[in-house]
Each structure stands twice: as C-alpha cells, then as structure tokens.
C-alpha cells in the first residue's frame, strides 16, 4: 500500500489506484490516515463529516462509508488494514506506507543537521523532505473542522521546513540560486519577517543591495499600515548592516534572519576621501577568522540525467582531487576540458566541480568567461565579483588590474578553494583568476587548446560512444523506447554523430511527442533537407553553437572551412586541401592546424608514411560547413549579373 496527503489524496494497492470520489469517504480516510495506527472515535468522524447538525442516520452512514473503503482494501488484494474497535475505528499501516511519515523523518534529520553545522547535508535532506509535496496537504479533500486543523499543522510544517532549507542555502553561499525563489514567496507570505530577512541577505550577497534595502522599505510600509508594528530587532538589526555595507557572515543555526558584523561588530571606518591612485599603498586585506570566512557555493547545478565519461571524470578527478602530498604542492592544480560546440564540455566540469567540492572546504567559485562568443569578459570585473564573494568590502578592492590581482592572491592565501572557469577565451585571461594557495584546483573550460599554463592536464573531449549515446537518448524519453527500437535508436544517435547537444535536441523531441516512434523521427531526419533546423528546440540549437565558432574565424578562414565540405566525405589531407584551393601545402596545414586547435575538424595521425596527418569532419560540423556553403551559393545564384557577364552574354 501507498498512501499520499502531501497534495491530492492517493491511494495506491499493489499498483492500482483505490481512492474513494465521494467527498464524505474522502474525508473519513483522510482523518484515519492521519492518526493512522490509532484509534479514531466515532463522535470524532461524525463530528468531521457533519459538524453541529448530524443527520439521524449518521451512524448508519458512517458504517456504509467504513464499508465501503473496507471492501475497496481488501479487494486489491491488501491485507485487513481498516478494523471495528470498539468506539472507533482503526487503520493499521506501517508508518513507511504514509508520505507524511517520510517528510517527518528526513524534516527532523535535516534539522538536526543544521544544529550540528552540516549544511551540506542538511540542504539536501530538507530538499528531499520537501520534494514529497505535491500540492497542499489534501487539496482535493473537503474538510471539517478536526481535517482543518491537520491541514493547518502541516502546512506550518511544511513552511518551517522551507525556511530551514532556505538557511542552509544561504550558509552554504548559494544565494543567487535563492534570489527567484525567495521573490515569489515573499508574495505568499507578505508579512513573514524571517522570509523577507533571506530575500535581504540574498540579494545584498548577490551585489544587489539596493534592491535588499527597498524589500525592507516595502516590509515596513506593509507592516505598519496592516499591524501597526514595526519590524522587529533583528530584521531591523540586519537593514542596518545593509545601510552601513559592513562585511556579514551567517549567523548560527536556527538563526536565518541575523547576521553579524566581523572585525568585532564594528563597521568599517570610511574611506578617505578623494580617490585612491595605484601608487598609494595599497589596503591590507581584511581578516577574519576562520570560521568567520565566507565560504561561497557558486557552481551551477549540476544535471540530473549526467551520463558517460567515466574515464575522463576518474582521470581528471584524480587529478585534482586533495591527497597526500597536497602538502608539498607549490602550484595550482589545473584541469582544462576542450572540444567541439556541443560535446558537452561544460556538464562535465560542473558535475566534476560537484563531486570534488568536499575536498574543498574553502568553497568553490565561479565564471562564465564568455570565450566563444567574441566578448571575451574582462579578468578585472571578474576578480571584481570574486573578492566580494570571498567577503572584502568594496573599498578594499582596488581600481587598478595588477594591485586587484595581488589582493586575490593574498585573498585565496590559506583557503582550499575550487575555482571553475567556464568557456575561457585566452591563457591571459585564465592566468589571472588562478588562486594562489597551491592546496586549491582549477577546472577550465574553452573552444580552443590553452598552451603555456603550468600544471594543466588537458583533455580534449570527444562525442559520446554508441553506448553512452544510447544510455543518454533512454534517460531523456525513457527506457522502454529506445529498448522497443533499438535499431531506430542507433540509427538516429549516428546521424546526429553521437553529439551530447544534438542528442539532447532529438530526445527533448521525442519526450514532448510521447507516441511518436524513433523510426519516425529517423525517417523525418532523413528526409529532410535542413537536418540543423531539427536540432533546434528551445535553447537547445546545436546551430548556434557552431555560430560562436564560425564567427571567430577571419573572412579567410570562413571561406576555407565552407570549401572543405566539398571534399569527398571521409578523412583528407593537407596536400588534398591545397589542390583543391590551390595553394602551397604549408600554409594549407596551418589553416587546418587552426582549425583542428578549435575543433572544427578532427586530426589523425596514420602510421607510417612519415607519420602524415589526416583530417575529418565530425558528422554536425560537415551539416554545418556544408549549410554554410549552400546558403552562399544560393546567394550568389540571386545576385545581378555583373557587367562584364552582361556583355558576355549579350553576345
């Protein structure tokens, strides 16, 4: 038996759903659920269902109900649960079989969690506990008065769990995530002091102090036009810090809504004023102690349905993981992942920033570099970003690139920080944001290959084997299609060359179209004349992707790359490059060099014949090449005929 009160009343018996319709037996399961285990009164059940005017027969009514539900158990094969006592009834089901009993455990173990300062799991029990709601707690359950006052309970329930795992959140620095959540809840709870206390302190750790500080004017107005009161000590406590940007860290378990004040609870002492030029000396970097430090949590979530690169996660992961002779280390560890548009490159390095994070205590930061899309951002606003996530007030960053990049250094001095940079563009720019504590690792991710940065271990990552492709196509529709077309579903992973994003697009398809079939859809690919437009759904779109890297490329270059896919399909060499475009053969092998470094081609090495290189297309990168090509032509086809073609054809 399954048995659900978090949301819409269920009731499941070896698989098959054996709620009652009529409102009233609803009402009478739902309260023996409730106090499952123990006796429930008769006058109590007649009281629920008929409040102060019973009818005559309500006793009556009442045991045809019992029947009723008796009868429904039993019939789906379950043992007598619900049994005649006398003056009441009982239902005997194990506390495992009831939703609430499982959001009650993990509620408690997640609290006790948050007492013993582990916040880490403390987020996820809490989350877990929460996730067991569907609904309000029997919203398609009509209730009498004792109903009411359960449902009253558990939904306080409910937001008390919410605000501890809000807590945990915000210890555990993950407060741009929060920031979204936090502004609808507000909304439901206009006047919860404790809610709009988290919202403050995520925005004020987001950069947003402004915005922290108009919650707390809206709250106020609210409160005193509504209540009469103003807001209490702490929230007014908490609005003062804001006024004054003091550095904050979290208070103590069971305390959301605080935050105290380092250095002693003293603010900062202004500036002077007037503007600091780079030849002043610069300020020394505040300290706290150590348990007093910020720990930030800035990596992005990791994906649910992460599959394959069991190889590439244990090499990189050993890598960079902590181990013995950490303490003998004199440089950054660094891991740089580099491929194809589409590979996958970033999923990787989050879920392997996820797995290493606990061996990095000192927390992990985070940034989109913004390397493939020509607006590359600069390391200066970056190291900006950082330093206010690592807890120095804005006075203590300094204007000047150099002076900023030697107070991150000293920063990140003593602290075991994981560092992941996303979608670098140049080895000048990762080579500033490298911390300086040789305990802390480094996870890069770029289009090109990196060369010059001293203890990077490099992998250059490839598409998905047919096994992986599969196992990546099942998670996204589900096992049994792809198990009932096994032949479809290999086909359709080649044709979109076992590409992560592609086969990300071609599944998200397939799971909005339940009844569509993979042999359908391979058909549909085939036959259809813009393959690209297919894998496009969304933010899903493997054409943009290519577009980034495109777009890099000189005038020169665009033209070579379009050309290429009019070699025959298959592996080419340099020497069949520079006849088909006319040139020398060593500036061809540059250019394919080039192109290889940013992985638009694929480069082998065959074995003898003076070790000759060959290059190739991956599937997308042909359909793209070759697409750029056609709509090149096809323009040209609509152009004018120029005047020497005029005369020549006037002849």
């Given amino acids: 038996m399954d048995f659900r009160v978090l949301g819409p009343l269920e009731m499941y018996a070896n698989g098959r759903e054996v709620v009652p319709t009529a409102p009233k037996p609803r009402q009478v399961i739902s309260l023996l659920l409730l106090r499952r285990n123990a006796l429930v009164q008769t006058g109590e059940l007649i009281d629920e ?4 005017d019973p009818p005559a027969s309500a006793m009556t009514t009442l045991q045809t109900y019992v029947y009723k539900l008796r009868r429904a158990l039993v019939g789906c094969g379950s043992e007598p649960i619900l049994s005649t006592k006398p003056g009441g009834y009982l239902l005997n089901v194990p506390d ?11 509620a408690a173990e997640g609290r006790a969690l948050l007492e013993a300062d582990d916040a880490e799991r403390a987020a996820t029990t809490l989350r877990r506990a929460l996730a067991l709601w569907r609904g309000a707690a029997l919203v398609d359950v009509v209730p009498g008065a004792l109903l009411t006052s359960y449902v009253t309970r558990l939904e306080e329930l409910r937001a008390r769990i919410l605000d501890l795992r809000i807590q945990a959140d915000l210890t555990l620095g993950r407060h741009n995530e929060l920031v979204s959540e936090l502004k609808a809840l507000v909304l439901t709870r206009p006047l919860d002091e404790q809610l709009h206390a988290s919202l403050m302190l995520a925005l004020h750790r987001s950069g947003r102090r402004q915005e922290a500080l108009e919650v707390f004017r809206t709250l106020r107005g609210r409160m005193i036009e509504d209540l009469g009161l103003e807001p209490g000590h ?10 004054s940007d003091a550095p904050m860290v979290p208070s103590q378990p069971g305390q959301p809504a605080r935050e105290r004040i380092v250095a002693g609870g003293q603010t900062p002492a202004e500036p002077a004023p007037g503007r600091r030029t780079v030849s002043e000396q610069p300020r020394p970097v505040p300290t706290a102690p150590a348990s007093q430090l910020p720990r930030p949590a800035q990596l992005p979530t990791d994906i649910a349905d992460f599959t394959g690169r069991a190889g590439v996660l244990a090499e990189l992961g050993a890598h960079l993981a902590m181990d013995a002779d950490a303490g003998s280390r004199t440089a950054t560890r660094i891991g740089f992942i580099t491929g194809m548009p589409g590979v996958g490159k970033t999923a990787l390095a989050t879920h392997l920033a996820h797995r290493l994070r606990r061996s990095y205590p000192g927390g992990q930061l985070y940034a989109d570099l913004n390397g493939s899309s020509g607006r590359a951002l600069d390391p200066a606003e970056v190291l900006h970003g950082f330093l206010r996530t690592l807890g120095l007030a804005e006075e203590h960053i300094p204007d000047d690139l150099t002076e900023r990049c030697k107070t991150y250094r000293s920063a990140t001095a003593g602290r075991r920080l994981l560092v992941l940079l996303d979608d670098a563009a140049s080895v000048d720019q990762v080579r500033l944001l490298l911390p300086s504590d040789p305990r802390c690792a480094v996870v890069v991710t770029g289009r090109r290959r990196l060369y010059g940065l001293g203890g990077l271990w490099n992998i250059d990552l490839d598409v998905f084997d047919h096994a992986e492709s599969l196992e990546l196509l099942a998670r996204i529709i589900g096992r049994d299609r792809v198990d009932r077309e ?26 909005a179209v339940p009844a569509r079939s993979l042999s359908g859809m391979a058909e549909h690919l085939q036959r259809s004349r813009e393959v690209l437009d297919e894998l496009c759904l969304g933010e899903l779109d493997v054409r943009s992707a290519y577009d980034a890297s495109y777009d890099l490329l000189n005038r020169v270059e665009q033209s070579t790359f379009r050309l290429l896919s009019m070699l025959p399909h298959g592996e080419f060499t340099a020497e069949a490059v520079a006849d088909l475009l006319g040139w020398e053969v060593p500036p061809a ?9 940013n992985h638009l081609l694929k480069v082998s090495v065959v074995p003898g014949a003076r070790d000759q290189l060959h290059y190739s297309f991956p599937r997308v990168a042909h359909l793209y090449a070759r697409e750029r090509l056609d709509s090149v032509l096809s323009t040209m086809r609509k152009l004018p ?4 073609e005029r005369v020549s054809s006037s002849r």
């Avoid at 579903?489 to 397939?510: E, K, N, S």
């Avoid at 005929?641 to 020497?644: A, E, G, L, V, Y």
Wanted: proline residues 5%; charged residues 25%.
């Fill in 589 to 597: 092998e540059r250019l394919l060099e080039r192109f290889a470094d």
């Fill in 234 to 243: 702490a929230l007014g406590a908490l609005h003062h810090s804001l006024l």
């Fill in 49 to 52: 269902l008929w409040e102060q």
């Fill in 486 to 511: 096994q032949r479809a579903a290999r086909t359709l992973v080649d044709m979109v060359g076992r590409l992560p994003l592609a086969l990300r697009c071609i599944g998200a398809r397939l799971a």
């Fill in 641 to 644: 005929p120029s005047p020497i």
């Fill in 96 to 106: 495992e079989a009831v939703d609430l009993y499982r959001f009650e455990t993990d």
